[in-house]
């Protein structure tokens, strides 16, 4: 998508609900450049078909939903600045290893890391969760942080999230 941007930015899991609401997101910002999307089930599809809401609009429905491979994460750090993911928190987990190892900034939307002790992440999950290495991972304020500021108002609610750094 061509745009003067200070960060390009990836969406996997952009077929799905959180996906398509960043998508949405990203592409009304002014400081930022949507320039990767991928999805499982509707990787090889065009946007506009996994995401009916981008039909017509120009440089967004015509992109390509491509399969993630946590083998390309350093390809990826070359076409984008910030990584966002809409996995499962299973899913998550072992994505946003690889991706912070490459350099990207990660913004997991899932459960991954939503809980400080690793310990009291597997009776509430199911699964037991490890701290990835590296920086950058956070959750800091995802939504508030994608909007542009003009577009904020002092009466609007902070929005709550749980940050992991």
């Known amino acids: 998508m061509a745009r003067d941007a200070s960060l390009r930015v990836g969406i996997v899991g952009a077929a799905g609900y959180t996906g398509a609401e960043l998508v949405r997101l990203v592409h009304g910002h002014p400081n930022l450049a949507l320039s990767?999307?991928?999805a499982?089930?509707?990787?090889?599809?065009?946007l506009d078909q996994a995401v009916p809401?981008?039909?017509g609009i120009e440089g967004l429905g015509e992109l390509v939903l491509e399969t993630f491979d946590v083998a390309r994460a350093s390809e990826l750090s070359r076409c984008c600045d910030v990584m966002f993911l809409g996995l499962p928190h299973e899913a998550s987990a072992s994505a946003a290893e690889a991706l912070l190892a490459a350099g990207l900034v990660v913004v997991d939307l899932s459960a991954a890391f939503r809980l400080k002790d690793p310990l009291a992440y597997e009776p509430w999950y199911g699964i037991s969760r490890?701290?990835?290495?590296?920086?950058?991972l956070t959750r800091w304020r995802a939504r508030t942080a994608i909007r542009p500021k003009s577009s904020r108002s002092s009466h609007e609610s902070p929005a709550h999230l749980c940050a992991f750094s």
Do not use: N
Request: net charge positive.
């Open 36 to 38: 990767y999307v991928a």
């Open 130 to 136: 490890r701290r990835p290495k590296g920086p950058g």
């Open 53 to 55: 809401s981008t039909a």
């Open 40 to 46: 499982r089930e509707r990787a090889g599809q065009k």
